[in-house]
């Protein structure tokens, strides 16, 4: 069974950088039928969407936070992260990685998730 | 971006009810939706894909309905393991989003 594991600071300064890494357990990265990627959670409100990635590098980004975000792979280590530029208290927020897959049928969507790591933006 | 709406936010109900959960889109995303299962402390679950068809492993009890902009969940007859937050995603086009949860708890 897949498993996803995300990990990384839960405290991060306001205007620094947000980085969490998530390892791949009993799945390849670099299988070429899915994606990688993140989704966030604030506290109290909704899903919201950050960005995907192909073990290529090939990256795509919600809008609302392209201009802030990095998404990464280490095919090698089997990793993926996530880099979120000049946080402020609005990106704290429970945040799961996620495998993407895109069916025929169904669209886009998420498959597998991590059981979300909580990162709070204070000083 | 495609606004999701669901309704309502919070639902209690009883061992053994059925259950509706309502899930609207702010344009027609024909069935390009799923439907997850998230239970405090573990990872969100995939249900329900193309707005009725179940994931592998998925109980019976669980359905899905509509087409265009609205949708349903519904529980037939509610197991102790399903009291959790149930979330609805357009998957029809970019950026991907989601309805704000409905909580199930336990009456």
């Known amino acids: 069974q897949l498993l996803l594991q995300e990990s990384g600071p839960g405290l991060v300064k306001p205007s620094e950088t947000l980085s969490l890494t998530c390892t791949v357990s009993?799945?390849?990265?670099?299988?070429?039928?899915?994606?990688w990627g993140w989704i966030r959670q604030p506290p109290g409100k909704g899903l919201e969407w950050i960005g995907n990635i192909y073990h290529s590098g090939s990256t795509y980004y919600n809008p609302s936070l392209k201009s802030r975000v990095i998404v990464s792979v280490d095919t090698a280590r089997n990793q993926f992260s996530l880099r979120l530029r000049s946080v402020t208290a609005a990106d704290t927020a429970i945040y799961y990685c996620v495998r993407r897959v895109s069916w025929a049928a169904a669209g886009t969507l998420f498959d597998f998730w991590g059981q979300g790591t909580l990162v709070t933006v204070s000083s | 971006d495609i606004q999701m709406t669901q309704s309502p936010s919070s639902v209690s109900a009883s061992v053994g009810d059925r259950v509706t959960i309502t899930c609207r889109a702010s344009?027609?995303?024909?069935?390009?939706l799923a439907w997850y299962q998230h239970q405090p402390g573990k990872a969100p679950k995939l249900l329900i894909y193309?707005?009725?068809t179940l994931q592998s492993g998925v109980p019976s009890r669980f359905s899905g309905r509509g087409s265009g902009t609205d949708f349903t969940l519904t529980i037939s007859s509610l197991q102790p393991e399903d009291f959790a937050t149930y979330y609805c995603q357009q998957t029809k086009s970019f950026p991907y989003t989601f309805g704000q949860g409905t909580k199930l708890e336990i009456k």
């Open positions: 193309s707005a009725s």
């Open positions: 009993d799945d390849s990265i670099t299988n070429s039928s899915f994606y």
């Open positions: 344009q027609d995303i024909s069935s390009w």
